[in-house]
Every structure is written in structure tokens, then in C-alpha cells.
T-cell receptor, first 110, second 113 residues
Framework: QKEVEQDPGPLSVPEGAIVSLNCTYS??????FMWYRQYSRKGPELLMY????GNKEDGRFTAQVDKSSKYISLFIRDSQPSDSATYLC??????????FGKGTTLSVSS | DVKVTQSSRYLVKRTGEKVFLECVQD?????MFWYRQDPGLGLRLIYF???????EKGDIPEGYSVSREKKERFSLILESASTNQTSMYLC????????????FGPGTRLTVT
């Protein structure tokens, strides 16, 4: 089983939809959870960072971590065409480098 | 504003050439990373560095080396470029050792012919 699994999509939604992006993982020692957004031909940019369990909200974005299920999610409310990008989850435990998911490609149509 | 810059956006090299990819960050971060990104394979860690003159192998170090002579600069070296090293190369820096809150450069698209 891979350490981090992420559905590559593509995921296509109309403008204004609620988007749910997910990753599962196998290592229960992971403590740090991140979401990155990557536009075409650009480097990834950090979107959300969560330590351990719980929810974190930033504007239209909400990150959730469920450590009991080894599952993390990113929700995007009122999605916009400018949200069209590839979303990468990433996670690590203390003292180790980040492990990235392969990314989900999202397309929001106007 | 956080800034990581990479020396080239696009690079074309011939098989067997020695290739240098430069990365500079202005955030005074101790930790820097080199990745390659390929379709279907995602981001794979090549090398990272926790401090000047320190380096650690990542998941795919074969065929690569690195240099960190100054805190702000981390160079990736392809000793003898091969076609299977054609890829997008991404540099990142982070204030934490495990690389949480990584800030990425724009990437270098390297083609080896």
C-alpha cells in the first residue's frame, strides 16, 4: 500500500459548486498535513497547513484531518474558474521529509 | 514576500553534458529541497539540505549531486545528463527541518536530447 494516495481526477465542476478533494494515508505517525495548489507550468504554493487532527478554515477553503480514518480533505466553497489547478496533499511526521500525493486536477467551468 | 528563484525556466541539454540548476531563497531558511516532477509519478525528492555544506539523499539521488556553499543557495548537479532526466525540477525552502511550509520556486523544465 502506498503511503499517500490521491485520486488524480480530473474533477470537473461548474462555478459555484462545493469541491471536495481527498487523500488517504497508511502511516499513523503522520502529524503534519498540508495542501498545495499548483497552476499549470508553475511551482506548488502552500494553501493550508494543519498540525494533527481537526479542521482549519481560510476564506473559501477548509482543511479537515481525520486521523482515526487516516483521511484528509480539502473543501472549496463557491468554486471559481481561478481555482482550476492541480491540488497536492502532503504530510510528514517529526524529523522526516514531506511525502506528497500525486495530485488531483480540478477544472471549474464558468 | 517569500521568494524562491531558479536560474532557468527552460533548459535544453545534450546527453552526457554536466548540468547545473541553481536555486536561491531570500527567506533565511536553513532547509532546502530539490524535487523532480513527472506526470503520473508526482513530486519525488532528490536531495535536501539542513544547513550549509550539509546534504541528505532523498528518494531518487542516483545521477544527481548537490552543493550548498551558502545558506541562500542550493545547486543541483546532473553529472552526466541522460534522457531519462528530462523532467520538471522544483526547488523549495522551508523554515522547518521536516519541510512543513515549503515554499517552491517556479521550476526548471529540463529537456535532455
Amino acid at each position: 500500500q502506498k503511503e499517500v494516495e490521491q485520486d488524480p481526477g480530473p474533477l470537473s465542476v461548474p462555478e459555484g459548486a462545493i469541491v471536495s478533494l481527498n487523500c488517504t494515508y497508511s502511516n499513523s505517525a503522520f502529524q503534519y498535513f498540508m495542501w498545495y495548489r499548483q497552476y499549470s507550468r508553475k511551482g506548488p504554493e502552500l494553501l493550508m497547513y494543519t498540525y494533527s487532527s481537526g479542521n482549519k478554515e481560510d476564506g473559501r477553503f477548509t482543511a479537515q484531518v481525520d486521523k482515526s480514518s487516516k483521511y484528509i480533505s480539502l473543501f472549496i466553497r463557491d468554486s471559481q474558474p481561478s481555482d482550476s489547478a492541480t491540488y497536492l496533499c502532503a504530510m510528514s511526521r517529526a524529523g522526516t521529509a514531506l511525502i506528497f500525493g500525486k495530485g488531483t486536477t480540478l477544472s471549474v467551468s464558468s | 514576500d517569500v521568494k524562491v528563484t531558479q536560474s532557468s525556466r527552460y533548459l535544453v541539454k545534450r546527453t552526457g553534458e554536466k548540468v547545473f540548476l541553481e536555486c536561491v531563497q531570500d527567506m533565511d531558511h536553513e532547509n532546502m529541497f530539490w524535487y523532480r516532477q513527472d506526470p503520473g509519478l508526482g513530486l519525488r525528492l532528490i536531495y535536501f539540505s539542513y544547513d550549509v555544506k550539509m546534504k541528505e539523499k532523498g528518494d531518487i539521488p542516483e545521477g544527481y549531486s548537490v552543493s550548498r556553499e551558502k545558506k541562500e543557495r542550493f545547486s543541483l548537479i546532473l553529472e552526466s545528463a541522460s534522457t531519462n532526466q528530462t523532467s520538471m525540477y522544483l526547488c523549495a525552502s522551508s523554515p522547518t527541518r521536516q519541510g512543513t511550509e515549503q515554499y517552491f520556486g517556479p521550476g526548471t523544465r529540463l529537456t535532455v536530447t
